[in-house]
């Protein structure tokens, strides 16, 4: 068996986290082991630069600068040691995030950031050329102004939940346009749908890849 890397992807508000729990449990049922994390965060030190990103203001160099710093310290000590142990590492949230939220929402060089993600996210898995990626990526689609309303009673905003409706429009772009560079790692989730719509589309994405067959065969 061999591990699998799955990330969430979504504007704030999508209703990435209704559904990463079920997910995992999922896996778990289907009898493999999960790690459960998220970006930016899963790990002390990144969890600490999660604060920073969310509260302090910064310029956008500094801001991606931080995100690849977490990103990378989680790669290190979480991800890569979960998929050597041939686990399911789910993440909420990876680098098309950073294109996303960085690249078209702050509008930061899209090539700069194609060379930190390589910087990043090569040399720590076992091949040294090998840059990782999720091997599927589940991105929740919703128009920015539905997720501005589901968010508007939900909490005190962060940083990034506090930006204008324009700035969502701009990330959802940022995401389609990832989705268009990937294809094959992207499933496109309608997420303008009754959450039990949602998961059925979710769960219908792990069926046709055949991930909880494979699962229930190998722990069988
Ligand atoms: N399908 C849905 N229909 C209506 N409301 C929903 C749906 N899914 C989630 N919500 C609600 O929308 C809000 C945002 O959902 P959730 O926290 O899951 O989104 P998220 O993508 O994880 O957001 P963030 O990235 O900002 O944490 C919550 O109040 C949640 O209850
Ligand atoms: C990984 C990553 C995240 N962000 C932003 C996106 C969100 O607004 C927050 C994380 O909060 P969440 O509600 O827990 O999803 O951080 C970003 O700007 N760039 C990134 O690479």
Same mark, same amino acid.
């Given at each position: 068996m061999t591990g699998l890397f799955i990330s #969430? $992807?979504?504007i704030d508000? &999508?209703?990435? @986290? @209704?559904?990463? $729990? &079920?997910?995992a449990q999922a896996f778990r049922d289907a009898g493999r082991s999960v790690t459960l994390t998220r970006e930016p965060g899963g790990t002390p030190l990144a969890e600490k630069l999660r604060q920073l990103l969310l509260h302090d203001a910064m310029d956008p160099l500094t801001e991606a600068l931080l995100v690849f710093a977490a990103r990378r310290d989680h790669m290190v000590q979480?991800?890569?040691p979960a998929l050597a142990r041939a686990e399911v590492v789910v993440s909420d949230r990876f680098t098309d995030a950073t294109f996303a939220?960085?690249? =078209?929402?702050r509008g930061f060089d899209w090539n700069k950031l194609q060379i930190l993600?390589?910087? !990043?996210?090569t040399g720590c898995a076992l091949e040294p050329d090998f840059m990782r990626e999720p091997d599927l990526t589940i991105w929740f689609d919703l128009p920015a102004a539905v997720a501005a309303q589901r968010l =508007?009673? !939900?909490r005190v905003p962060d940083r990034f939940e506090a930006q204008p409706q324009e700035f969502f429009a701009a990330v &959802? =772009?940022?995401? !389609?346009r990832r989705c268009e560079e990937a294809p094959q790692r #992207? &499933?496109?989730i309608d997420a303008h749908q009754p959450r039990e719509a949602v998961w059925q589309q979710v769960a219908q994405v792990l069926q046709q890849r055949g991930y909880l067959q494979q699962a229930s065969g190998a722990a069988a």
């Open positions: #969430f $992807e979504g508000g &999508a209703g990435k @986290s @209704s559904h990463i $729990e &079920a997910l979480v991800i890569e939220y960085q690249g =078209a929402g993600e390589r910087m !990043a996210q =508007a009673t !939900a &959802a =772009a940022g995401y !389609a #992207f &499933a496109r």
